[in-house]
């Protein structure tokens, strides 16, 4: 099989989505503090993020923390946030080891400067790879994010003196391109892990077309096997439906 190609019995999905969920579940479950299910969300991630890129995946995007999860407990956000920290370092090398790029979406001003500076590094540091482009959502909401669009879009209209007939002509691949995923395919595949079967406010706009896999595995188990298991179920629906 040729990774990232339509083969005869497989095709890898050019953009996968993620919605990683149940870590405070997988934690429970487990006798843990909420806090060691989510570094053991990491290491899987991690290990996802390899998987991908040797599959041949070409734009891989994961759901990390939404502007909702600001709502969680301040001690539950102060120890993602520690996460984060730590996590960003570690994915400057996993990126780097297996040729991956990797992106930032979601409002970043929220995010201490320290954090901040951080994504910059992760961005400019991994910014040569050529491989999977690897995307992170972090306070990131699709309404939040079609919103910032739909206002940058305005603000540059009314710069650019356009023209009621001019402004009644913005096409959808127009619009995208304020999309702070501008540039990347739609994803094709959404995966949700741990048995929620929502978008929960991730890539609406992008989403449209995708099909989606929902599994009942929480996070911190989800496995290149159970990966492969929604390429599989991808492949049947789309070779029964023909795409859109
Ligand atoms: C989902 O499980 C987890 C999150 C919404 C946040 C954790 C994200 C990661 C560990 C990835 C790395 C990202 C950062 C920012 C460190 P849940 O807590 O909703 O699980 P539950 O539904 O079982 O409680």
Redesign the pocket.
């Known amino acids: 099989m040729t990774e990232g190609t339509q083969s005869e019995d497989r095709s890898i999905p050019v953009h996968i989505a993620i919605i990683?969920?149940?870590?405070?579940?997988?934690a429970k479950a487990h006798g843990l503090p909420?806090s060691l299910?989510?570094r053991q969300?990491?290491e899987t991630?991690e290990r996802i993020v390899e998987d991908c890129a040797r599959l041949g995946v070409q734009y891989l995007t994961v759901y990390?923390?939404?502007t909702e999860?600001w709502k969680r407990s301040e001690e539950e956000v102060g120890a993602?946030m520690s996460?984060?920290r730590l996590?960003m370092k570690k994915l400057i090398r996993v990126a780097n080891e297996n040729n991956v790029r990797a992106r930032m979406i979601g409002e970043r001003s929220r995010f201490a400067a320290d954090i901040r500076e951080g994504i910059d590094r992760l961005e400019t540091e991994t910014s040569g790879n050529t491989g999977m482009t690897f995307v992170f959502a972090?306070n990131y909401g699709s309404r939040d994010e079609i919103l910032r669009a739909v206002r940058h879009y305005a603000m540059d209209a009314v710069r650019e003196g356009k023209t009621e007939e001019e402004i009644a002509a913005l096409s959808e691949a127009a619009f995208s391109g304020y999309l702070d995923t501008a540039g990347m395919p739609d994803p094709d595949l959404v995966i949700r892990t741990?048995g929620e079967q929502r978008l929960s406010n991730y890539l609406l706009w992008q989403c449209a077309y995708a099909e989606y896999y929902f599994t009942p595995v929480l996070?911190p188990d989800f496995g290149r096997a159970e990966l492969l298991r929604a390429i599989e179920e991808y492949n049947r629906r789309s070779r029964r439906f023909g795409g859109r």
């Open positions: 990683l969920d149940g870590n405070g579940r997988w909420r299910g989510h969300g990491c991630l990390g923390f939404s999860n993602l996460l984060f996590y972090v741990s996070w």
